[in-house]
């Protein structure tokens, strides 16, 4: 009586098992293209990461050196100005390597092994869902792939800008102990407006993080405020003690400022709505 009703349920189970199937099929060109998303999230986030270590690496060596022995010129002022400019060429390869592991790694969560059972298969893949798995993948990643590279731009952009107009003003006979001069300039700098440039890493992580909590239709709403007021706090911020230096670290602080914040800003914004739209669609 059991065989009977077994084989009777069978062709059920079978049928049941090729429309899942079928199913998966269909969806595979969604969940490509989550996972494309979700690995370019985990490419920024881990190259944002890397740029904030190597940030952090040059200006504690630049500040140590400039205060070592009573020395202006040390050689890790040299170095100090290397790790910053290093540092974009190895967070972009950290951020593409990341992307290009992400993939295969997210497409192994998906997988279901068939058996030839029907019953066991059907379990199989009624307790896995690839699409739902990997956009849930992709939108935990969402803070991170935002917070992240702003957070390292915040840091690398303003000294780094500051790095181009230097050496492209300096004699070529003094190139070389510009390298040093530079590293003592990031190490007055962080002693100057180090402040300034944490309290701009602080409004664009905390208006990243929020991102996440906005609608997608709504992600635009207040850009211009937002990255306003980060440039108007780190200014503000920068007074002290810019004030007693006639005022020109909070004025260095806003006209680089204006070079890179609104476009840091737009371009988060501009992605997180297309990686967004593209989920959406799936």
Same mark, same amino acid.
């Given at each position: 009586m059991t065989a009977c009703a077994y084989r009777s349920l069978e062709p059920v189970l079978r049928q049941r098992v090729a429309e899942l199937r079928e199913r998966r099929e269909h969806d595979a060109v969604f969940v490509d293209v989550a996972r494309r998303i979700a690995s370019r999230r985990i490419g920024r986030a881990v190259g944002g990461g890397v740029g904030v270590a190597i940030a952090v690496a040059a200006f504690a060596i630049g500040l140590v050196a400039f205060f070592r022995r009573g020395e202006l010129v040390h050689p890790d002022l040299r170095t100090s100005t290397e790790l910053l400019y290093l540092a974009w060429p190895?967070? &972009?390869?950290?951020?593409?390597? !990341?992307?290009?592991?992400?993939? %295969? &790694? &997210?497409?192994?969560?998906?997988?279901?092994? $068939? #058996?030839?059972?029907?019953?066991?298969?059907?379990?199989?893949? +009624? #307790? *896995?869902?690839?699409?739902? +798995?990997?956009?849930?993948?992709? $939108?935990?990643? +969402?803070?991170?792939?935002?917070?992240? %590279?702003?957070?390292?731009? !915040?840091?690398? *952009? %303003?000294?780094?800008?500051?790095?181009?107009?230097?050496?492209?003003?300096?004699? %070529? +006979?003094?190139?070389? #102990?510009?390298?040093?001069?530079?590293?003592?300039?990031?190490?007055?700098?962080?002693? &100057?407006?180090?402040? *300034?440039?944490?309290?701009?890493?602080?409004?664009?992580?905390?208006?990243?993080?929020r991102l996440r909590s906005v609608e997608t239709g709504m992600l635009w709403v207040g850009v211009g405020r937002a990255w306003g007021t980060a440039l108007l706090v780190s200014g503000g911020i920068a007074c002290l003690p810019g004030v007693v230096l006639l005022a020109i670290p909070p004025i260095l602080v806003l006209v680089t400022g204006l070079a890179f914040v609104p476009l840091m800003y737009h371009w988060t914004a501009r992605t997180i709505e297309r990686e967004r739209r593209a989920l959406e669609a799936t």
């Open positions: 190895v967070a &972009l390869v950290a951020g593409a390597l !990341s992307r290009l592991l992400a993939r %295969p &790694l &997210l497409a192994l969560g998906g997988r279901v092994t $068939m #058996s030839g059972n029907p019953s066991i298969d059907l379990a199989r893949l +009624e #307790s *896995a869902d690839p699409l739902r +798995e990997v956009c849930d993948v992709a $939108m935990s990643w +969402e803070r991170r792939s935002a917070a992240l %590279p702003m957070a390292a731009l !915040s840091l690398l *952009a %303003p000294l780094s800008i500051h790095g181009i107009v230097w050496f492209a003003l300096a004699r %070529p +006979e003094t190139a070389d #102990s510009g390298m040093d001069d530079f590293g003592t300039w990031i190490a007055v700098s962080v002693i &100057l407006v180090g402040h *300034a440039h944490l309290a701009l890493l602080v409004c664009a992580v905390r208006w990243a993080c």
